[in-house]
């Protein structure tokens, strides 16, 4: 069994910074790509950015230029460095992971952490 548990969420205001981290644990066999998504109220779960496992990334025209997503292979760890928030930001942020895991078939599988609370006031 795995699970994905994220922290550093909380409340800001505008133009502040906020880092969220995500950890990967429990049976992993491997790691393919991993990122973050949010969902505001009223809305859909959309992409925020997202890394491979050699480090390429791609990010939401929302997030560029303001947000930084990192990884630690060696931690089975993501980060999400957010700089510039805007109330518009505030929204529960979700970490993702593709995942193997020991003794299961061979095929990448998507994994999500519970979700981290981020308010920006205005």
């Known amino acids: 069994q795995v699970q994905l548990v994220e922290s550093g969420g909380g409340l800001v205001q505008a133009g502040g910074s906020l880092r969220l981290s995500c950890v990967a644990s429990?049976?992993?066999?491997?790691?393919?790509?991993m990122g973050w998504y949010r969902q505001a109220p009223g809305n859909e779960r959309e992409l925020v950015a997202v890394?491979?496992?050699?480090?390429?990334?791609k990010y939401a025209d929302s997030a560029k230029g303001r947000f930084t997503i990192s990884r630690d292979n060696a931690k089975n760890a993501v980060y999400l460095q957010m700089n510039s928030l805007k109330p518009e930001d505030t929204a529960v942020y979700y970490c993702?992971?593709?995942?193997?895991?020991?003794?299961?078939?061979?095929?990448?599988?998507?994994?999500w952490g519970q979700g981290t609370q981020v308010t920006v006031s205005s």
């Open positions: 993702n992971a593709q995942m193997k895991v020991v003794g299961g078939p061979p095929m990448w599988y998507d994994y």
């Open positions: 429990g049976s992993i066999f491997s790691i393919n790509g």
């Open positions: 890394i491979t496992s050699v480090g390429s990334t």
